[in-house]
């Protein structure tokens, strides 16, 4: 074995106290967060791997602003710390350009899908105002439609709310319509139903990937947001230490890719597990993607993707970065960013410091495995040559897992103006690559590393995918490749299956039905919930129930509105959706563009303008959130929350419907 584990006793301090077993997951721009593994490559010494004390798999998120914890909050099988003290004060304070909604009853007291219904659906409305019935108005002629009884008043412990439910899943005509309780005591914001009633949310989130762009000139005539050529110093970005291939000090050319969240930051493995949601979206429902659908700008269209669905043509453009991260041997490097962290109000284009490569990690050279071995499969029909260099380049992100130890390669500094994403074990991405490769190819080699080397995972429980825990990713991979043995396959669908079935009934215990325990109100946390809502929608491939579909379906109702907080977490989306995101081009620009998936209540606090809020007003797990630039802990978005999203969102929307129009 080669040990390529260089790092020293860093003097790092620590900024959140988090252990094994409560991980806080910080949003998209991550600080430094670690994780423990004493196996040796790719072996489970016996067969398990760590959980927190209810059996979830934490997920590791990484602070936005030099805060350097988890970033998802959901404990995977792997675990992930982190440690660093936050880099930047500025964004520590409310900025003077935060806009204040106004106060107003409706919306409130009755909580609904703020975007809307399809119409054969089950419906639920979530209604904390004292009433015992409810009807359903037509928003247009202000006539009732529907009507009935509230159900009895239960308890919901995340929220501190007493709650009541409306069901009106009989509801089918398409239209907009509020619904209202008590005699008018309290009315919900307006909705719609319909067949394509998400299908312009699907169509923002897909094209947000392509304003995130890295290393380009952005001109964007829907939303009217602009800058000229991004971090151009990328093209001959800094490696911040020497290896077998550069000394320190050399330039190479690292142009490409998207920004990762508030920051601009570019990460390899936050990336890597967006990319592949994003191809899994595709292979799952293929009709619903097609080109044209996400308006990319005329500028930013690819000769070599015409013809491609746009969320292909999109995914392309940050696989070919992913690409240069990624080193002769098959090695992935960890990121590309500055030493500082940029002003909130600083574009892309605004921002000269010397941009550096750092870090190397055999958990991100998993991840690339796993997710190049996917666009072989997905591309061959649009590009075959590149096809084939996917696969070239995860035969060798594998080949070098095969002969090195866990890894993960952290220099002093190198987290001072960046997230820090650390995970120093690996077993969850090499069972994903292996499990790719082996239904990409049908080698056998696959399967005898998978029977040797990672036995353990096939029976691990499934858990929602996060960019420290794809297992699900390769779960899902082994199921679906011909080449599976069936005692393997049957191993994997009771793990998918079994975790749906927890899920489930945990949701129905919930007042709000959402997937997240009290302990999972953290970093992103709207995109663990919905995340648990893809898994659902998997369990239904394996094993069909319409507990799972529509459980799944109140994941999106909850990131589109119907929350303990009455927000949407996605900008763009809703009457009321997040207007002050933690985003450096919102703040450089003024201009909020929808599409944004915001990480959501985070009760550990995180940031100093959450831990006030919370300091002061005490609220429940699910209300711990606020519409302010200064909190990256709750109100930052992130290319990995959204990914999740686009999933669900595939699934139920028609591709006629997907469309700005």
């Not at 325990?517 to 919930?529: G, H, L, Q």
């Amino acid at each position: 074995m080669v040990d390529e584990d260089k790092d020293k006793d860093l003097t790092r301090r620590a900024y959140l106290a988090v252990s094994a077993t409560s991980v806080a997951a910080v949003a998209g721009c991550p600080g430094g967060g670690s994780s423990t593994e004493s196996a040796a490559p790719g072996t489970d010494s016996d067969g398990q791997t760590p959980t927190d004390t209810d059996g979830e798999s934490t997920d590791s998120p990484q602070g936005s602003d030099g805060t350097d914890a988890m970033t998802d909050g959901s404990m995977d099988t792997e675990t992930a710390t982190g440690t660093d003290e936050p880099a930047e004060t500025e964004t520590a304070e409310p900025t003077d350009t935060d806009v204040e909604p106004e106060p107003a009853d409706t919306g409130q007291g009755v909580l609904v899908n703020q975007v809307g219904y399809r119409p054969d659906d089950p419906k639920l409305a979530v209604v904390r105002t004292a009433a015992e019935t409810y009807e359903v108005v037509d928003a247009d002629s202000g006539e009732a439609v529907a009507s009935g009884d509230l159900s009895d008043p239960t308890e919901d412990p995340n929220s501190g709310d007493t709650v009541r439910h409306a069901e009106f899943s009989g509801l089918s005509e398409s239209g907009t319509y509020r619904l209202s309780v008590g005699d008018g005591a309290a009315d919900s914001y307006e909705f719609a139903v319909g067949t394509d009633v998400w299908g312009r949310t699907l169509a923002e989130l897909g094209r947000r990937y392509t304003l995130r762009r890295a290393n380009v000139a952005i001109d964007d005539p829907v939303t009217g947001l602009s800058w000229d050529v991004g971090y151009p110093q990328d093209a001959e970005a800094v490696m911040y230490f020497g290896d077998d291939y550069h000394d320190e000090g050399d330039t190479v050319d690292m142009t490409g890719g998207w920004y990762d969240a508030g920051d601009y930051g570019k990460y390899v493995t936050p990336g890597a597990i967006t990319a592949a949601q994003l191809l899994l979206a595709y292979e799952q429902y293929p009709d619903t993607f097609s080109e044209g659908q996400f308006a990319i700008p005329e500028s930013l269209r690819q000769d070599d993707t015409a013809g491609m669905p746009d969320l292909l043509a999109e995914v392309k453009y940050k696989l070919e970065w992913l690409a240069k991260m990624q080193r002769p041997d098959g090695a992935a490097y960890h990121k590309v960013s500055g030493e500082n962290w940029p002003g909130m109000s600083t574009a892309p284009d605004e921002d000269d410091q010397t941009r550096y490569v750092y870090g190397l990690s055999t958990y991100g050279t998993g991840m690339l495995a796993g997710t190049f071995a996917m666009a072989a499969r997905i591309y061959r029909e649009f590009d075959p040559d590149f096809a084939d260099r996917m696969l070239d380049r995860a035969k060798n992100a594998f080949g070098y897992l095969t002969v090195h130890d866990p890894i993960f390669r952290q220099d002093e500094g190198q987290n001072s103006g960046s997230g820090g994403y650390r995970k120093d074990n690996d077993r969850t991405e090499r069972f994903w690559a292996g499990a790719e490769l082996l239904k990409t190819t049908g080698d056998e080699r696959y399967q005898a590393y998978l029977d040797q080397q990672v036995s353990g995972m096939f029976e691990a429980e499934s858990s929602s995918v996060s960019w420290a825990n794809s297992l699900l990713l390769g779960h899902w991979a082994y199921y679906t490749a011909d080449a599976a043995t069936e005692e393997r396959r049957s191993q994997v669908a009771d793990s998918i299956t079994g975790a749906a079935d927890d899920l489930v009934e945990h949701i129905q215990s919930e007042g709000y039905r959402v997937s997240l325990r009290s302990d999972e109100y953290v970093w992103a946390s709207a995109k663990i919930a919905v995340a648990k809502g893809c898994l659902l929608l998997l369990a239904n491939e394996v094993d069909p129930s319409e507990e799972y579909v529509a459980h799944a379906l109140d994941q999106i109702h909850y990131v589109l509105g119907r929350t303990p907080t009455a927000y949407s977490y996605v900008t763009g989306s809703g009457e009321q959706a997040p207007q002050n995101p933690h985003s450096r081009t919102v703040g450089s620009t003024g201009i909020n563009v929808p599409g944004n998936v915001v990480g959501g209540p985070n009760a550990s606090g995180d940031d100093p303008v959450l831990s006030d809020y919370i300091a002061s007003e005490d609220p429940a797990p699910a209300k711990s959130y606020v519409d302010r630039t200064g909190s990256y802990a709750s109100n930052e978005p992130a290319i990995d929350y959204a990914a999740p999203v686009v999933f669900a969102l595939a699934h139920f929307t028609p591709g006629d419907a997907v469309g700005l129009d």
